[in-house]
């Protein structure tokens, strides 16, 4: 295995097992999990996540036909769902490898349905339902009930599943989550009075699965939680222990003294007021490091927490080593995970930089290789820089 050297994240594949085994004893009985493996994975990588989740789920589901399309290339064989609105141009292709789009408007449904026909197959779909989130989806109306039942009348296409999306779910009050739940429970009860009766019934995303056994359904849609971050503070975290996934590790590559009134980083924005020792830290925003945590961040050195000093800058930022007299050139530095008694955890980052958690890990750049560890070893690596281009 490779050694990185600058930075790095570690992804535990093992944590991600424990996350998975967690939400299954929160599950109501007869509910299947959906692993949502978006934005490759949520920036931990779609195809190792998604072959670990193999055992926990019924299905699979991403944002894009290029993520569904690239975990089929690598072999992943259960159903895969695209929880976004795809081109038609994709049609073709997702209907090859059996891949199901959601659908919810006519000309979508007229357009697979073309498809599905000169192919010779049936494709399978899911029917979006609109019921408060105001993004995509079947109004949740007479009107939409009538367009739902000419959707699934037309030829060579089946409607696998019916589906809508929480927009509130991750708070305390649920009063919003029940309304929109009612709506989708009214939707489908008229949809079955008009004779169309759809298999698999979902809704329930993290924050319904820790906080709302009572309406998992057939299937639950699991994201955030599979990396072992909560989707806000206000859900009952008690209801399923996660365990973080994602680790960002890298090494100190200079140290230095500074005298007082010595200014660090771009726009002066730290002056020292005492003699110090700063390290230099090789990661930055061009890695995804929020620069929001400009003089505001944390990280773990000796197991010691040290602040980030001045401005983070696009390959470097700045930490006070004052305290921790054995840091020098080479060691290591935890931006999130754990080093010693302490931790930061990316809900820390999110809270010192006023970020959001999703969005950091999303954000983890394509500079920074994943590693993956299985059974407490390294056993796989995503890197970007290992891409070839002999035609150019
Ligand atoms: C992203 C997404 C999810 C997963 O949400 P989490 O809060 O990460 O669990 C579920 N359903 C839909 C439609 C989504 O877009």
Redesign the pocket.
């Known amino acids: 295995m490779k050694r990185y050297t600058r930075v790095y994240a570690e992804i535990d594949l093992d944590a991600v097992i424990e996350n998975m085994k967690s939400m299954k004893r929160n599950l109501a009985p007869g509910t299947g999990l959906v692993g ?1 493996v ?1 934005a490759d994975g ?1 920036g931990h990588g779609s195809v190792p996540v998604a072959r670990v989740l193999e055992p926990y789920v019924e299905a699979y ?1 991403v ?1 894009t036909a290029e993520e569904a399309l690239l975990l089929r290339r690598h072999g992943i064989p259960k159903p895969i769902l695209i ?2 609105p795809v081109h038609e141009s994709h049609y073709a292709s997702l209907i090859e490898k059996e891949i199901r789009p959601v659908i919810f408007t006519e000309r979508q449904a007229r357009a697979l349905s073309k498809e599905a026909l000169s192919l010779g197959k049936t494709a399978d779909f899911h029917l979006a339902v609109d019921t408060g989130m105001s993004r995509i989806g079947l109004d949740a109306d007479e009107s939409g009930v009538r367009l739902a039942k000419e959707i699934c009348d037309l030829p060579g296409i089946r409607a696998e599943g019916i ?1 809508t ?1 929480f927009a509130r779910a ?1 708070e305390a009050d649920k009063t919003w989550a029940m309304a929109q739940l009612a709506s989708f429970e009214h939707f489908i009860k008229k949809l079955e009075e008009q004779g169309v009766t759809i298999p698999v019934r979902h809704c329930a ?3 319904a ?1 820790i906080d709302f056994p009572q309406i998992h359904m057939n299937w639950a ?5 599979i990396y072992g971050m909560y ?1 806000s503070d206000e859900v009952e975290k008690k209801s399923v222990p996660l365990r973080p996934v994602m680790s960002l590790r890298s090494f100190v590559t200079y140290v230095k003294e500074i005298l007082p009134g010595r200014q660090v980083s771009y726009g002066g924005t730290f002056a020292a007021e005492k003699p110090m020792r700063i390290a230099t830290i090789p990661v930055g925003y061009g890695d995804g490091y929020p620069r929001n945590l400009s003089g505001r961040g944390y990280v773990l050195i000796q197991g010691r927490k040290v602040p980030v000093l001045g401005r983070v800058c696009m390959d470097q930022l700045m930490a006070d080593v004052t305290a921790v007299p054995e840091a020098d050139m080479d060691t290591p530095v935890t931006l999130i995970g754990k080093d010693g008694g302490e931790e930061i955890r990316v809900e820390d980052l999110a809270g010192w930089g006023g970020g959001f958690h ?1 969005e950091i890990v999303c954000d983890i750049g394509k500079r920074v290789p994943r590693v993956y560890l299985l059974g407490g070893e390294a056993v796989a690596t995503k890197d970007y820089f290992e891409d070839e281009y002999p035609e150019i």
């Open positions: 949502v978006k949520y589901a944002a929880l976004g589906f999306h991750d995303n993290s924050a699965i849609r699991a994201g955030i939680s989707p999703y």
